[in-house]
DNA sequence: GTGGTCTAGACCACG
DNA sequence: GTGGTCTAGACCACA
């Protein structure tokens, strides 16, 4: 589900944050679908619960994933969330954009590193904002 | 010469790194010109010597610059580290659009924000990737 | 009657706490009613008659109801509870609007928020919600 | 400077959290104005530097403070953030005056309640937006 | 010395 | 069993 690189230089939590932001944005985790729980996923990575909940509490703080105390934690209804990610990657896209043009590269070895167009989502039909 | 922003997570000596990088893939620092000693650019920017000393050893390491013991740093000739460098900047591009993409974005939107075409400018024409 | 809302943070103890207060306190549930039983209320809203228990006990500590052994839970007259309750949100009340005040908002600001007079409704004529 | 309740159901960092935030809008920490180091005001309140650090942490993410590793953490410019919470308390306030009003106060009563007019800011002139 | 990350283990409220 | 909070103590990168 997850995979974890300890040499990576980010840390655990926000790996496992990535992993599962893409899981939920993907479609591959639904609205409403129960997350695996704080000591399982701990588990099953092998690492803190601590650092778990660090992710899970994050995620919370950014709109992904809703918990309840004695429950569990869920996925959430995909809105806010969104859109801000967008405008942060964006953001990112165009200064990576930019500095591999300062470097040499064409406009046109850019677009050839685009996903070819029609396969946006992976099993919803995404809309185009 | 170099903007430092105390704001931004990522470390001084980061921001020095890539403050001389842009200023020697730009073209503004030509091969073989000498950089500012260590000294002075520490002066200069109002930080410890330690910070750039570091800046430079990375540039160093990544064959964006060579020093020469008892007569300065100098700017090496472009080769080896642009290659790798837009090669490691083209699969974070790769990796980011493929994600806006799954977040919804359009093609076409992707390509609204890449930089207009005709203003490369280098010193040399570059090809693709 | 009762609405719950599984993504609030509020236990959901607290939130049937607060649907009944709220209908006694409308007048919808008037003095000396009888209350759904707790496995009624249970059943009804699919949840563990235990949390219900919780909150018809709160209430009662509250001076909300009245529990009769045997016979049930019944709503109290109005008196004390509605005092103690309206001095702790008043208190509540005052800490809001002063950090709002601090925050910029202009006394007509937060006088715009308040609910249209002619509407109070005290403890005599009542319609329901 | 900040006063913990420990009978108090709000966790401790909440109560930090808030504290500080109300010395930040009060304007008594002005921006970029060093906050105490996390060990520093562990030391002082006498609990566990890793409860600072959340407080910390999370009045980062809501646009209060910023961090810079190895030199400390400082006061934001007072921006959005702001806004966010003045939307989020004032939310908070018309269902307060509303329940309040439920609960048979009266307009005039709730209005009595309110700061007096023309003492906004602190030792700030404060704008009404 | 500073913030940032992680671990280990504990206790609590909730359902 | 679940998430949430807190402690104690450790190590790291940075300046």
Do not use: C, H, W
Request: charged share 30%; proline share 5%; net charge neutral.
């Amino acid at each position: 589900m997850i995979s974890l690189n300890y040499r990576d230089s980010r840390p655990i939590y926000e790996q496992v944050k990535d992993g599962l932001r893409r899981l939920i944005v993907s479609g591959a985790l639904r609205p409403d679908e129960k997350l695996p729980s704080v000591r399982a996923l701990a588990t099953q990575l092998a690492i803190n619960p601590n650092t778990i909940q660090r992710a899970y509490l994050e995620l919370e703080s950014e709109g992904y994933i809703y918990s309840v105390a004695g429950r569990g934690s869920f996925v959430e209804e995909r809105t806010a969330a969104d859109k801000a990610r967008r405008a942060q990657l964006s953001e990112q896209f165009r200064a990576l954009a930019q500095e591999l043009t300062a470097l040499g590269a064409t406009r046109e070895s850019l677009i050839a590193l685009l996903p070819p167009a029609g396969d946006a989502g992976d099993d919803k039909k995404e809309e185009t904002t």
